[in-house]
């Protein structure tokens, strides 16, 4: 059954380590490392049964390697699940083993923050490893520089369907005013776009609506909301059966994982005339920068490289016109390419 799924996916290795003395139950999953070291983070979550953890590794981490591949990073694609109600679980010893656990795969997987796994906890995991990133010492906050590369993503949309390579005068709504939405809220207004914005958290959009000439769009109703782009920068699964035939834009562009409910949306999408850039090639500015940190880099490179997420969008726009594809199999095609073509030889740690 676990070879059947990890073959199925083309999975290279899944490793489970058990700790007894911190609780510890973790499960490791290293999709394609042919680009270089597979990349990932830490999820910490209280699985239903072991079978939902090691699908939903399976899963992230596969999706890792396309999010590489397409950004045309030397990673491959990893994941680590933590099985575990993090208020529980979570302590030093546990971050402490679970980095000795992340060491002795010798830097074939490279781990970060994910949901419920912080800046702390990845201190606390280098302490017994060097293959971590998104720690306090490393470049940072990637927010800022993952909301860019969403914003010239959303140019390049621009470009593509309104033949104007500026958001100036452009309806853009922002689904989720976090780390990532605020900051990609502040760039389109800044370049003369008309933005409204939706949060379940009525305090942070109010506040938002203080300082910043904005909409203020109930969260139930921003897929009803005409507008030019919809940009969801909240969860994953929001366009789905229910909301594709409500969306009245021309274009999904925005920074969330997993936008789709199930890549299907995407056909659906284009048969309602609407281009759906596909998320992870939007959204790589956050793993474009842990990548810099692990191999070497700063943050200025960094928001260089998330300001050519425009140009790749583009590439991949006119792959699929000519292809007669969506965008995401253009993208998935592109990353496929990316690593059918790779050196297996290249290094698993890079400059190491
Ligand atoms: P965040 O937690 O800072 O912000 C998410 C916001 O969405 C919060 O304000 C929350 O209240 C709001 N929200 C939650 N459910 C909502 C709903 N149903 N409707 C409207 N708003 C809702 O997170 P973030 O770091 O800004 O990340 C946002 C998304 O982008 C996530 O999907 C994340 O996985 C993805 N992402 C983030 C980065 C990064 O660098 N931070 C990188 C790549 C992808």
Redesign the pocket.
């Known amino acids: 059954m676990v070879f059947a799924s990890i073959s199925d996916g083309g999975h290279e290795q899944v490793s489970y380590f058990a700790d007894s003395e911190t609780g510890l139950r973790a499960i490791m999953a290293i999709h394609d490392t042919t680009l270089g070291p597979s990349l990932g983070g830490t999820r910490i979550l209280d699985y239903g049964s072991e079978d939902e953890a090691l699908e939903d590794v399976l899963r992230l981490s596969r999706a890792m390697t396309y999010k590489a591949a397409a950004a045309d990073l030397p990673l491959g694609g990893g994941k680590a699940v933590i099985v575990g109600d993090p208020d529980e679980i979570k302590s030093e010893a546990l971050f402490e083993a679970y980095g000795r656990a992340v060491d002795c795969l010798g830097g074939r997987y490279v781990t970060s923050v994910d949901v419920n796994s912080g800046v702390a906890d990845m201190d606390v995991v280098a302490r017994e490893t060097d293959h971590v990133v998104g720690t306090s010492g490393g470049l940072d ?3 800022p ?3 860019h590369g969403v914003f010239r993503g959303i140019r390049a949309c621009a470009e593509s369907v309104y033949g104007t390579g500026s958001v100036d005068g452009l309806e853009v709504v922002v ?8 900051s990609l809220a502040d760039d389109l207004l800044d370049r003369g776009a008309s933005v409204a914005v ?4 009525t305090e ?1 959009v109010e506040a938002f609506a203080r300082e910043r000439d904005v909409e203020v769009v109930p ?1 139930d109703a ?1 897929y009803d909301r005409p507008c030019d782009v919809f940009a969801p ?4 699964g ?1 366009v789905n059966d229910e909301t594709v035939p409500r969306l009245e834009c021309d274009v999904v562009a ?5 936008v789709l409910a199930d890549r299907r949306h995407a056909r659906d999408l284009r048969d309602r005339g609407i281009l759906y850039a596909p ?1 992870y090639v939007l ?5 474009i ?1 842990v990548a810099k940190e692990y191999l070497g880099g700063d943050r200025d490179e960094a928001y260089a490289e998330a300001a050519a997420i425009g140009d790749r969008l583009l590439e991949l726009i006119d792959r699929a016109d000519d292809r007669g594809t969506t965008v995401l199999e253009a993208a998935e095609a592109y990353a496929e390419e990316r690593i059918a073509e790779g050196d297996r030889k290249t290094p698993a740690i890079p400059g190491r």
């Not at 689904?175 to 605020?182: H, P, Y």
């Not at 939706?198 to 958290?201: K, P």
């Not at 920068?233 to 994953?236: F, R, T, V």
Request: hydrophobic share 35%; net charge negative.
């Open positions: 906050d990637p927010s520089i993952t909301a689904q989720g005013l976090g780390k990532v939405g605020r939706s949060d379940v958290d942070a969260p921003v920068c909240a969860i994953g929001v925005g920074g969330a994982n997993n998320d959204n790589a500015g956050g793993l920068t």
